[in-house]
């Protein structure tokens, strides 16, 4: 299943920053790790760096599924919120998830900083606009709620917005622990950093055929050569592996467009936050360290490639008129327009865990918008199963 159409911005600007090998033969490993994205590289660097044997296969070149076409905010910030999700699950369930996220936000500035110079990580504050009137008093019980558990952040007033801002919404919250990164670099800085401990990366390997026992895990590939692992983990995204229940999920396809060079960044605030909103689905804006926009969102639910291609155009043009009058003092072009095909889950939480049904198997999806936050939590937790 093709995951991205058009022309994502970080495969442009990346390119393929390194080629691995095709697996040629058959090998034994400690672990296996399945899906070569941001979530399989988090995975493969954590465990190979505490010593353990680590293969890790991709059927397409690394980096160049859902994770290139990625924009990349890193938000503690679920797309639940944290008011809904203890509504759901209960009260400390909800803060543990929000608490692990918070973590993983200043987890990732770390790594990405010991792992290489290439992604390009930035520390930002993170906008969430009031979409109308009545989301108001939800924004308030979520500051509210967000408070009680020892997490700052600020609900600011349509005034407010009014003297920062060069758009006017009814409240806001505005949160100061948020990121961003190259995704792309980001992934390929974790392979060679896990490559220097020993792990084992092979891009163009598909995994098509799975075995699994009390004694360890078979995996076949296309090609026909048998990979031996103590354990696996899938990092799949939405090639959901076949012992997850797939009505578990849904397929959303998400549009984004990055501009050209800005000339000017009137209007955006003082450090150019991150910015989305409380309507769903969602828009949503970063900037990057070479000056431009990346802007995204207009979801819609995933019913295969051809209409992705035939409303991406016009996908494109909504979202930029929504940039343009947010921000009217910028002179923007459209210079690469794309879209990504992402898993939702009805709570907004990943997959994490044990792989039901498949021995010695694990799963790490990172669903909807936070994927490399979730990656980092799972990568932390799946080391302790």
Known sequence: MDLTTGVPFWLVKGGLPAAYPKLDQ????????IGG???GALLAHRFAAEGIHTVL????????????????????????HLTTLEDRIGASSAQRCYRLCLEAIAGIERLAGEVGENAEHGRKSSLYLASGRRDT?????????????????????SVDLRHRFSFDRPAALLSSVAGEIDPLRFTHDLLAAGGREGLEVYDRTGVSRYQSDRKGVLLETADGWRV???????ATGCNVPPFLPRRSMRLVSSFAFATAPLQTFEGWGEDRCLIWETARPYFYARTTPDGRALVAGADQPFKGTEKVDRIQEKQTVRLARQFGAMFPGIAFDVDWSWAGTYA??????????????????????????????????AANLLLDL
């Open 26 to 33: 058959d090998l034994r490993c400690d672990l296996a790790v």
């Open 37 to 39: 994205g941001v979530t």
């Open 57 to 80: 296969l991709e059927g397409r070149e690394m980096g160049y599924g859902s994770t290139g076409a990625s924009t990349a905010l890193l938000q503690y910030e679920l797309d639940t």
């Open 137 to 157: 008093k939800a924004l308030e019980r979520e500051c509210k709620a967000r408070r009680a558990m020892g997490i700052e952040v600020d609900l600011l007033s």
């Open 228 to 234: 031996r692992a103590g354990k696996a983990i899938f």
């Open 344 to 377: 939702e889950t009805a709570d907004g939480l990943p997959y994490i865990g044990v792989a039901p049904e498949f021995p010695n198997g694990y799963v790490a999806i990172g669903n909807g918008a936070n994927g490399i936050v979730f990656a980092y939590v």
